[in-house]
């Protein structure tokens, strides 16, 4: 568990809802849940069918006959994915899919800056490590993970308990078959489900626009609103003879999923349903308010500097070479992806008064729980508890900040944690050769050393002094606090600033495994970064994990009082990466007095952008010939190209690339972000201000057929009009 108590960008937290009213129930609005999908039967589907859904809970879910949860998968490692074809073709964001892109480009094929289309399946790329995974089936397994749990029991004896009764589910449930399983909590620790997946190892690429239309606007549009962004790209997955995962081969042939989802082209209007079936990574939709007053006023301000000072020295150096900016393209985004996430945070929860609201929620809390003798029995103290413990806290989350967002930021640092891991497992030589190729392939050394010579200065500004290392004596002593010089000198000193050198000691370990990791000890890199983890091994984290762990009981203590405080209702359970669905309708909001932002954008616009002349608003010569031609072919109207469009549905990180479907479970555009006003909606969901943000399927086509010229794809494809 992290502070607040789940960090707000990690994934796994577990939390719930938010706006509690006197009579002890919970006013939802439609759009706002992250509901399981397995579970609306019996909460949601009423609500939704009146929201006007034309499907049944079995159409969305269901383990007895194909449904729309069989269409949708996990991209990668963070993103989600849905089948829109019978021969395996999969529809994910370009920017979930531009690392792959990147590992296919070069100077030479630049497939970024121009990006690639296969014009027949021989020419679908192949992608090393890249899988897509399939939810098959979900069990509520509370009974089964709390067997032999009783009060009283210690924690650390509990937690075994609960951890051999999960191993004993996940083997049970995929013994004999290629199926993985995951048992994860909800509701704090208060329920536990059972997900088991099928995931497929061969994934191709298939299609991806150019930058300026997959990312058009970059950095200065992102998480803003009105976009016009084609932020899309498509893939194959393939199977062996019996329609299974396998590894790559020429001989593998395209995966037949249990479902397709059909493409509804024919517009959308305002007020039009929407649902959303994906992967949201993490929310903390109930903080206790200290925890968001931290957050504002300390947390996220000084992690905005320290990315900050990162993006504008990467900037600096990938504006001055190609090689360099194809090397850091997928990294930057990366980092400005959260950087500009996290002020929208601020921007929002300023300016809902979320602290003073959630403060409220509390005093709601505690007249419930002093109105009745039981309850005070069990729940009296909570809140004070919480004060206390985040107050503790505040020293150790500076120094876990600082790990973060300052110390494993730097390249060679994460080089050689992963080096030296792989080294102890005694990994064969081949293994450690492939990670360094990789590794030094996106790797620019003046970017890295600038980056640690800053986040070492701000290391020496910011961490509690008992916090700091003994080398920054040195620093002050033989550099006389400058920090340049200091990075200079030790990546001149380190064998990790230069691929051969690394090679070399590869050569060593062949020969001597345990002299090759004495080696690697010594380098300067190593002793410094094995200096900031015995400090937080023996200063940080035994008090830091002391502290999370007694939030973590509070707050389990807390949610099952809110579950009984919130009887006659149903709270939703946080965001943990696990497959929910979320509703809303096509709608435009009002961000600021004065201004009314319409439900969609089109090519106009973007041709609008264009003429500002700023280097995000780029557009490729096709697109603009095609827009002066009003060449849209049956996807435009009124004589433009519909672009994007907004909705009500409550996302999240991990959303990036789930299909929004219209109220028949048919496609009409592909989720990739929030309005920046509405980022908040981790924390705190409002209605009238959160929007979802999603790429008209109509523009994908339009980019598919008559940019890219890759129109046979949309013979596999069911469009209605």
Known sequence: MNKYPNKLWSKGAICLV????????????AEEGMWIPMLIEKYQIEQMQEAGLRLSAEDIYSINHDCLKDAIVIFGRGCTGEMISGEGLLLTNHHCGQGAVQSHSSVENDYLTHGYWAMNREEELPNEGLSVTFLRYMNDVTTEVTDGITQGLDPQVQ??????????????????????????????GNAYYLFVYEAFRDVRLVGAPPVAVGNFGEDHDNWMWPRHTGDFSLFRVYANELNQPADYSPSNRPYEPRKHLEIAAGGIAAGDFTMILGYPGST????????????????LPFMIE???TRLEIMDRYMKESDVVRIQYATKYRRVSNAWKKWQGIILGLNRMHAVEKKIEEEKIFKRWVDADGERQLKYDGLLDEFSGLYADLEQYSVAVDIM?????????????????????????????????ESFYKDYHLPIDRSIFAAMMEACHKHMPGSFLPAFFADIHGKYKGDFTSFAHATYRKSIFGEKDRVMKLLDSYQNDPEDALKQLMKDPMAIYLNQF??????GVNPEYDRLEAALEKNYRTYMAALLEM???????????????????EV??????????????????????????????????????????????????VNGTMPVCFIASNHTSGGNSGSPVLNADGRLIGINFDRNWEGTMSDIHYDPSLCRNIAVDIRYILFIVDKFAGAGYLLEEMDITW
């Open 18 to 29: 938010g706006v509690l009213i006197f009579s002890g129930s919970l006013n939802l609005n």
């Open 159 to 188: 937690q075994r308990m609960m951890d051999e009764n999960m191993g004993r589910i996940i083997q049970e449930s995929t013994s004999g078959t290629h199926y993985s399983a995951v048992v994860k909590p909800f509701y704090y």
């Open 284 to 299: 903390t939709r109930y903080l206790y308010s200290d925890a968001v007053q931290s957050m504002l006023d300390k947390s």
């Open 306 to 308: 320290l990315r900050t």
């Open 404 to 436: 973060d967002e300052a110390i494993m930021p730097v390249e060679l640092f994460r080089q050689v944690s992963g080096l030296s891991g792989m080294m102890r497992q005694g990994l064969d030589p081949e293994t450690l050769e492939a990670q360094v």
């Open 533 to 538: 983890r015995e400090l937080y091994l023996v």
């Open 566 to 584: 919130s009887s006659d209702g149903w709270l939703y359970p946080d965001a943990n990466f696990t497959m929910r669905l979320t509703y809303g």
């Open 587 to 636: 709608h435009g909001y009002q961000p600021w007095d004065g201004i009314q932002y319409h439900f969609s954008t089109t090519l106009s616009g973007l041709i609008e952008k264009v003429g500002e002349g700023a280097d995000d608003y780029l557009v490729p010569d096709k697109l603009a010939q095609l827009y002066q031609a009003k060449d849209f072919g049956n996807y435009g």
